[in-house]
């Protein structure tokens, strides 16, 4: 505690005093005494310090999320339009959602409902799939089924099989994976031969290194408009999201 109250104090003390040191020529002693009255300003005015580490930490916050903004921005037309990510809601809304997600992710389950329930109630946003296996072999291959689902019906059973993985309890079996594809009425020959299809890996691929290149490292993580969200985030702060992105555009 004692090493903390004095990094603190020293972090206070130049935060206050480096603004006068720096736009001034002062002798040594004067620079000594500038220094000795910021400490004992502060010594009576602890609350400032912890105003101090505030800012420091509101910048800090600031510069992240700026940074995370340019690596949208570098790579929007991966996470928007790579021609093969499943997409839902309104194709032409005016903010879209991408969601990296794990089939065997408690984080991801939690908020799936959540995920569907903000989609269903907004009729401008558009929903975007980034089947991101990072949790074992079997999420892996429930990853790979789900972009083989694709090919079936132009797509049209990929939300339900999406449900039907999200909702399995514990680490999804091989055997669970296509008696989930069989209950939503995939054809389950054909899903596995689809995918041995070489882009199913190739796909997979190119979600990794755009995951790399945003520096995402966990599922959950969104994209909402041009805002990074790494984690499980609640239903209301997603809104919130989706509401700062329309009126920052106007």
Request: one cysteine or more; charged letters at 30%; a negative charge.
């Amino acid at each position: 505690m004692l090493r903390t109250l004095i990094g603190a104090l020293a972090l206070g003390a130049s935060l206050l005093a480096a603004p006068l040191l720096a736009q001034t020529e002062m002798p040594p002693e004067e620079r000594a005494l500038l220094r000795s009255e910021v400490r004992r300003y502060l010594l009576e005015h602890p609350e400032i310090i912890m105003e101090a580490i505030q800012v420091l930490e509101d910048r800090r916050r600031e510069a992240e999320t700026m940074a995370d903004r340019d690596l949208v921005t570098r790579n929007l037309e991966a996470l928007h339009a790579d021609g093969f990510s499943f997409v839902a809601g309104n194709p032409e809304g005016d903010v879209t959602v991408v969601e990296f997600l794990d089939y065997n992710c408690g984080f991801c389950k939690r908020a799936h409902d959540e995920v569907r329930q903000l989609i269903e109630t907004d009729p401008g946003l558009r929903y975007v799939v980034k089947e991101f296996p990072i949790l074992g072999p079997s999420s892996r291959l429930a990853a790979q089924a789900a972009l083989a689902a694709t090919y079936q019906d132009e797509g049209r059973r990929y939300l339900a099989y999406n449900d039907a993985l999200m909702s399995h309890q514990g680490q999804l079996s091989e055997r669970a994976v296509f008696d989930y594809a069989d209950d939503v009425g995939l054809h389950v020959r054909q899903l596995r031969r689809d995918m041995e299809r070489p882009e199913i890996e190739e796909r997979l691929g190119r979600t990794q290194g755009l995951a790399r290149a945003l520096r995402i490292e966990g599922t959950p993580s969104f994209v909402i408009g041009g805002q990074l969200v790494r984690g499980y985030v609640p239903l209301d702060r997603m809104r919130e999201a989706v509401a700062r992105e329309r009126a920052e555009r106007g």
